[in-house]
């Protein structure tokens, strides 16, 4: 399979990827790792006249601590937030759910601004941002603005993100010693999540995330208020597939997808409460 | 597919136009002229004839069209030519010596690690990446690093051996290298 003919060129910076998505306009697009996008060429459900390689970008390849945060540039390699020392200290569910991404050969080519750009719900990371609250700093033409992780995903596939906009970093809140659990569902190791939850506990706090539980990563918002009421896990868990609207497929129906999320939930906060 | 390529000479211009490709393949500079669009796969296939590359899936699964970029596995089904630019690639041909096997592929050999064939170039350049990083690996570090490599008639158990038995070759051979590894 050999996608449609493109127009190539290359960014060395982020200003340059700024300067060339202006110049090339909404036919062209940004390719970080490319594990997203040129799966979708080669099947021609994207067809962009214009690449912009941002794949050299090196100064928006980081792992920072930055006080209150982790700083995390956008094309920072799964490989390389997995084995982060910073993160696996500071946010350890993130580093953590990294090295659940695919295999190895796509976790050394794709990238974490990658997959938050895409927005796609199946995907593990834009729940776990979501989980832990993160915030988007992305760059255009008249600057920088910084979007939170639950304002980002608009619907399937589509963000907040303006075309001719960057995401150049994803700040994650330091856990601070909070439990956490990360359950992801899947018939092969290495899969993509039928559904996958991410959740962390501290003293009264907590964050719970679900992925491919509807055309956007989904807050589990009615699970957190029971747990901040005093609702036992088991009962807490038993609210996570309310109010979601997953799709069914080939690997499971709208039910199965539904019972799947109180179950890793539970499972998920168990691990997290220990 | 000649179409999407041409050969031409290495050039010492660093203002490379942007389809061209320059790449250090197994050791040996090597250019080309492409169309974007060309997958490294194909590159390296149709274009450099290096034919031990092989691509099963086409959609990222199998891991056949394994080849180590600067040093670790990729996909090169799922890459462009053009993002290779500048980098190293390493297929399966820059394993062995003209008079000299690898040990990964003296093990596949010995502990009758393919049937097939098809999916052992991609296997062996993955188990390469493994036992660069870690020399000293344990029988669930080799089925991680193999995990994005499929293989349709071996059951993997033998595979699993075979890059077990590299590893202890290659730590004979360089005692000095178990202790390194960057894991
Ligand atoms: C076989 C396979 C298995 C996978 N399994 C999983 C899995 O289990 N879980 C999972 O979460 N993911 C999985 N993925 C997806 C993988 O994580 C991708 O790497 C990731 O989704 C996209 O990152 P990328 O750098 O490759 O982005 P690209 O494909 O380069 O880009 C994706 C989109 O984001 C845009 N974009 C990229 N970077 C930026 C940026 N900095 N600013 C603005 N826009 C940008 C691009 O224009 C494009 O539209 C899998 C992929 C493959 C091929
Ligand atoms: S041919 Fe590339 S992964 Fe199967
Ligand atoms: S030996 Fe036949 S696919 Fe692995």
């Known amino acids: 399979m050999i996608p449609a003919p493109f127009d190539y060129v290359r960014a060395e910076s982020t200003e ?17 790792g490319g594990h997203s996008l040129l799966p979708l060429m080669k099947l021609r459900l994207a067809q962009p006249s214009v690449l912009i390689d941002i794949g050299r970008v090196t100064d928006l390849s980081y792992v920072r601590d930055a006080g209150d945060h982790v700083a995390i540039g956008a094309l920072t390699r799964h490989m390389d937030v997995e084995t982060s020392e910073v993160l696996r200290e500071h946010a350890p569910l993130l580093a953590h759910a990294t090295s659940h991404v695919g295999d190895p050969q796509v976790r050394h080519r794709g990238t974490i601004g990658g997959s938050i750009a895409h927005a796609d719900p199946a995907s593990d990371l834009p729940a776990v941002a979501l989980a832990l609250g993160a915030t988007y700093v992305a760059q255009g033409p008249n600057g920088t603005r910084e979007i939170a992780a639950a304002d980002f995903a608009t619907s399937y596939l589509e963000s907040a993100l303006a075309d001719d906009e960057l995401l150049t970093e994803i700040r994650v809140p330091k856990m601070n010693g909070a439990g956490w659990g990360f359950e992801k569902f899947n018939r092969r190791a290495q899969d993509w999540a039928i559904v996958g939850v991410a959740a962390w506990r501290r003293n009264g706090d907590a964050g719970v995330a679900l992925v491919n539980m509807g055309s956007t990563p989904v807050l589990a918002t009615g699970v957190v208020s029971a747990l901040a009421d005093g609702a036992s896990v088991a009962d807490a868990a038993q609210l996570a597939a309310d109010g979601t609207d997953p799709q069914p497929d080939l690997n499971a129906s709208i039910e199965y997808r539904q019972h799947l999320a109180r179950a890793l939930t539970k499972r998920a906060l168990d691990i997290a409460s220990s | 597919m000649t179409s999407l390529f041409e050969e031409v000479a290495p050039s010492e211009d660093d203002n490379i136009p942007v389809r061209r ?35 099963g899936c086409d959609t990222t699964n199998c891991g056949a069209c394994t080849v180590l970029f600067d040093g670790e596995p990729v996909k090169s089904c799922t890459m462009l030519a053009v993002q290779a630019h500048g980098h190293e690639v390493t ?33 062996m350049l993955a188990a390469k990446a493994l036992l660069d990083h870690n020399p000293n690996p344990t029988e669930d570090d080799v089925r991680w690093a193999l995990s994005g490599n499929l293989c349709r008639c071996t059951g993997y158990q033998n595979i699993v051996k075979a890059v077990l038995w590299a590893a202890e070759k290659l730590r004979d051979a360089d005692p000095g290298a178990a202790e390194g590894g960057d894991e």
């Open chain 1, 16 to 32: 340059e990827a700024i300067a060339l998505v202006g110049q090339h306009g909404d036919e062209s697009k940004f390719i970080a």
């Open chain 2, 21 to 55: 490709v320059e790449v250090r393949l197994n050791g040996e500079r090597r250019a080309a002229k492409v169309e974007p669009r060309l997958l490294l796969a194909h590159l390296i296939r149709q274009g450099f004839q290096l034919t031990g590359t092989h691509t």
């Open chain 2, 91 to 123: 297929t399966v041909e820059g394993l062995a010596t003209a008079s000299e096997l690898h040990p990964i592929q003296e093990g596949f050999k010995d502990e009758h690690g393919l049937q097939c064939g098809f999916c052992t170039p991609g296997m």
